[in-house]
């Protein structure tokens, strides 16, 4: 026989004998996978397939036909096998428990030793395969399949056709770019193809393709989208952004939350995380929670890193951000109101040790009077004590109101910022001051509105008590200002706001602290115009509220 009548099936041989070594290759390689059940399964799967590559590569080379029917036989046993190893590595890879089931597992065993007896036994019954010597297109074994042969096939392409199923769901539910891991898997399945033009055109041999499938596979997998095809196994279940980082810290892979999380992340693939300053920030956390500007609203993560190894022992990390916004919001919200809580309960102790330092100090004082018989001087005394009574019951209703408006606003509505001045404004106080109110501009604010009247009511109240005549209420997009000519602020203006601060006190009770708390509750900011030296102007700004 000359060289060029079996160079086809030398052709086929080295084929299958590749497959195999690419097979044993990645065996090596896969036992540095970190989960056990998903390498056990890729192992077995690998160890298997490469073991029946090698006797399709052995069948075509053996010289007798009794030789070539006993590799074809070891050859039906180890295939089977690899059905039950893929339906192993699928289980494991997509978080499933079906392989360790115990049930399935004695089912799977039944089933493989029932169809091995059957392969076995078959030069007894011819069942499953009968073997003739063929010279076209080069001489070798062809083997004409039983029945047996047909259900069995079935069988297998079912389970393996269910592991694909598996695999094909987590890519799809998987934040990752998976088309290339999706096309690997088509790939391993791609051989069923190469089998029906065997069977059905002389174009090919009649043979299972199916280790060729399985080392392109093991290929693609393992050597050239290694880090994407374990980040998505380890990002399983996780919905949020994820990046996998080298040993070395360099950006290796990402999911679609993340390039949403950090658009820079697209060009710093395989450079330091540091080409992406948001995420390197977020790494550098001091604290449990890391917060990221994303559309100009902060929004707060949980950032938890897990070291695996993959491939030759090298170590990864693969960074997983949970998104807590909803959660640290709240947290933050209940920190700002006991902050708040602690604030009233100071200015509270303030006003209340005041109040009974100067009602005692009256009662004395009109005790004596009355001992000395000066009834005058003794009713104004008294006189004195019942309006610091009165003034701290006031205070102590601002408090309670303080209490019940000082929880943020979580459901604002369009409200008229002209309407709201003008029905806050105090007519009988303003009437005994001699005071007027000018409203310019208009417009609206995202507030609640008994919250929002409530704010003009005590800034006009301070600017009264401050001495004004003429408040003016100034609105536009991004904010109000509301503008006293009264006396000029005194000091550092920040202490007006101030609870338990004897500035804010002195000169009109609650009502700044309050204004600031207003502000507040509904994520906008309050300060006295430093600028401003024809009396006192309030900017309340809501153009860049803080969203928290």
């Keep these: 026989m000359s060289v060029l009548e079996v160079s086809p099936g030398v052709a086929y041989a080295l084929l299958f004998g590749v497959a195999g070594a690419v097979c044993a290759v990645g065996a090596r ?16 799967l ?47 890879y997509t978080d499933r428990s079906y392989h360790r089931r115990p049930a399935y597992r004695r089912a799977a065993a039944v089933l493989y030793l029932v169809v091995v007896a059957v392969k076995i036994t078959n030069p007894i019954h011819h069942l499953y395969f009968t073997t003739t010597v063929v010279t076209e297109p080069f001489a070798h074994l062809a083997i004409k399949q039983g029945l047996f042969h047909w259900v069995v096939m079935g069988v ?30 088509a790939l391993a399945g791609l051989p069923v193809v190469l089998d029906v033009v065997g069977y059905a055109t002389p174009l090919l041999l009649d043979m299972i393709h199916a280790p060729i499938g399985v080392a392109g596979f093991t290929l693609g997998v393992l050597f050239v989208y290694e880090d994407r095809f374990f980040a998505v196994q380890l990002a399983g279940g996780v919905t949020g952004p994820t990046v996998f ?16 999380l950090f658009p820079a992340i697209d060009d710093a693939v395989g450079g330091p995380v540091d080409a992406v300053p948001a995420l390197a920030a977020a790494l550098e956390a001091s604290d449990d929670v890391a917060t990221v500007e994303v559309g100009g609203e902060r929004r707060h993560y949980v950032v938890t890193e897990n070291q695996f190894e993959v491939g030759q022992g090298s170590l990864g990390r693969l960074v997983v951000l949970s998104d807590v916004t909803r959660i640290e919001r709240q947290r933050r919200e209940v920190e700002r109101h006991n902050r708040q809580l602690k604030d009233l309960s100071e200015g509270m102790r303030h006003e209340l040790r005041n109040a009974v330092t100067v009602v005692r100090g009256n009662v004395r004082r009109a005790m004596r009077r009355l001992e000395d018989g000066d009834v005058s001087d003794a009713r104004e005394a008294l006189r004195a004590a019942t309006e610091t009574t009165d003034r701290t019951t006031q205070l102590m209703n601002d408090f309670a109101t303080l209490a019940q408006y000082g929880r943020s606003v979580t459901d604002p509505v369009s409200v008229d910022v002209r309407e709201a001045a003008q029905a806050a404004w105090p007519e009988e106080a303003a009437c005994a001051a001699d005071a007027a109110l000018i409203v310019e501009g208009g417009g609206t604010a995202a507030a609640d509105p008994a919250r929002f009247e409530l704010l003009f009511t005590r800034a006009f109240e301070f600017a009264l008590d401050n001495g004004a005549s003429r408040v003016a209420v100034e609105c536009d997009e991004g904010g109000v200002t509301i503008t006293g000519d009264g006396d000029p602020p005194q000091g550092d203006t920040e202490r007006y706001f ?29 300060w006295i115009d430093p600028d401003y030296e024809d009396g006192v102007r309030l900017v309340v700004s809501w153009a860049a509220p803080r969203i928290e």
Excluded at 29 to 44: F, M, N
Excluded at 245 to 260: C, I, M, P, Q, T
Excluded at 514 to 526: E, F, Y
């Design 498 to 526: 101030d609870y338990g601060d004897a500035v804010a006190n002195t000169t009109s009770g609650t009502a700044l602290p309050m204004v600031r708390t207003l502000t507040q509750v509904h994520g906008w900011d309050v």
């Design 156 to 185: 297998s392409y079912l389970l393996a056709g269910i592991g694909m199923f598996a695999l094909f769901e987590a890519f799809a539910e998987s934040e990752y770019d998976a088309t290339p891991l999706a096309g690997l898997v």
């Design 29 to 44: 390689h896969a036992r540095q996978v970190d989960d056990d059940d998903t390498r056990r399964g890729l192992v077995g």
């Design 46 to 92: 690998l160890v298997i397939s490469g073991g029946w590559a090698i006797t399709h590569a052995v069948l075509l080379v053996v010289p007798t036909i009794d030789l070539k029917t006993a590799v074809y036989l070891v050859g039906l046993i180890l295939g089977f096998g690899t059905v039950f190893a893929w339906l192993y590595f699928c289980s494991a």
């Design 245 to 260: 980082l080298d040993r070395d810290g360099r950006l290796r892979e990402f999911n679609h939350a993340a390039r949403r």
